[in-house]
């Protein structure tokens, strides 16, 4: 299951309040704020590392999503939608573009588990995400954590999807390597 | 605290501080650029909105119970006739003014018709069987929940003739799923 068909219970009330914010109803539109900064601020915060990069980038979603309302089609996901929106503003607003190294060209091997080998703190894994390189955390984080699709990552990141998969592949080696464990 | 899995991960983090004050601020005068001049025409577009949802429900639960009554109901042919049959559909002739539609819900004799359907209700509902039950009172919940938003909408916009059509039309379901109801349960055959 993607996420967005996850999140399609919510379409029915969500739809009401769309429609009435695409009317310019700021308490409608409030409510979807509430529904859904945790969500947006935590990938905005984890794609950004940074907490006052990630509190802005949450507003300008916020703002460009009230501006596009008329765009946006309730049969899909609002918290797909406002997602996508976060991503761009996520990597818009980084500073510099990290150097990359080169990506492995295998792909084997990548499955769709994330399971560790032993339980970690919580932290401990932030924080070997949060040393992740840009491109890589980026997948990870879409993928791993939000459960998008390769396709649905790849989609958000303007990638293709092979390359998703191959930062996905490299995300893990760095990952198992920091963590000290396999992972998957 | 430890976790097994990356997607054991928490998803939602709460922003530090409300960003909500800064947005809203950004987005109101936005709102106001967008129509500086005509509020009014802001208000008409989300009142057609709204009114389109309206409809939409209204046609819908209009629909639903028509295709129900149709496949559940009316398989008695000759029972829907005599003094239980439909006020409402002899009242209320497509096409007639819709003022006067209106006017047929306030009838007294209209009133006084419904109130003893409903009276009855209950003691014929326990004589049907259990599946049917649940679905005439999920048609008739439905047809309250539609009239509830209908009269809510009127009552911000009397002169609507769009409303008070879909309005009277939620009543006749309401009149149609009685009526077939007692003339079920009257016939004794089940449905």
């Known amino acids: 299951m993607t996420a967005a068909q996850a999140q399609s219970g919510e379409i029915d009330w969500e739809g009401g309040l ?16 509430r529904e859904h900064s945790g969500r947006v601020y935590g ?3 984890r794609m950004t590392r940074d907490a006052q990069i990630a509190e802005d980038c949450t507003q300008e979603t916020f ?6 309302l ?6 899909s996901s609002l918290g797909t939608w406002l997602h996508r929106i976060a991503v761009n503003v996520s990597l818009a607003k980084r500073r510099k573009p990290s150097r990359e190294e080169p990506l492995p060209d295998d792909e084997e091997g990548l499955s769709a588990d994330w399971t560790l080998e032993t339980p970690v703190e919580v932290r401990e894994i932030e924080a070997a995400i949060d040393a992740l390189p840009d491109g890589a955390r980026d997948a990870l984080v879409l993928h791993a954590l939000y459960g998008y699709s390769h396709d649905e990552a790849a989609q958000m990141l303007g990638l293709a999807q092979g390359t998703c998969k191959a930062q996905l592949h490299r995300a893990r080696r760095l990952l198992r390597d ?3 464990m396999e992972v998957g | 605290m430890k976790i097994k899995s990356l997607s054991d991960l928490p998803r939602d983090i709460a922003p530090p501080r409300d960003l909500w004050p800064q947005i809203a601020a950004q987005i109101a005068p936005s709102a106001d650029a967008a129509h500086p001049t005509d509020v009014t025409r802001s208000r008409v577009a989300g009142r057609s909105v709204r009114l389109r949802w309206l409809a939409a429900a209204a ?7 028509g295709v129900w009554i149709d496949r559940s109901l009316l398989p008695l042919p000759g029972n829907v006739q005599g003094g239980t049959s439909s006020v409402a559909t002899r009242t209320v002739t497509p096409g007639s003014p819709t003022s006067l539609d209106v006017a047929f819900v306030s009838d007294p004799r209209y009133q006084r018709q419904r109130a003893a ?3 009855s209700l209950q003691a014929q509902l326990s004589a049907l069987p259990p599946g049917t039950r ?13 009239k509830e938003d209908l009269e809510s909408a009127l009552g911000k916009d009397p002169g609507n003739a769009l409303l008070q059509e879909l309005l009277v039309n939620t009543y006749q379901d309401e009149m149609r799923v009685l009526t077939d109801v007692h003339s079920a349960s009257n016939a004794g055959e089940g449905i």
């Open chain 1, 18 to 33: 769309v429609q009435r914010a695409r009317t310019g109803d700021a308490r409608a539109f409030e409510r979807i704020y």
């Open chain 1, 43 to 45: 990938l905005c915060l």
């Open chain 1, 63 to 68: 703002i460009n999503a009230w501006k596009a």
């Open chain 1, 70 to 75: 008329a765009r946006f089609e309730t049969r």
């Open chain 1, 178 to 180: 920091r963590l000290g």
């Open chain 2, 59 to 65: 046609m819908v639960t209009c629909l639903a119970v």
């Open chain 2, 117 to 119: 359907l409903l009276s």
């Open chain 2, 134 to 146: 649940t679905k005439v009172l999920a048609s008739l919940a439905t047809i309250g929940k539609a």
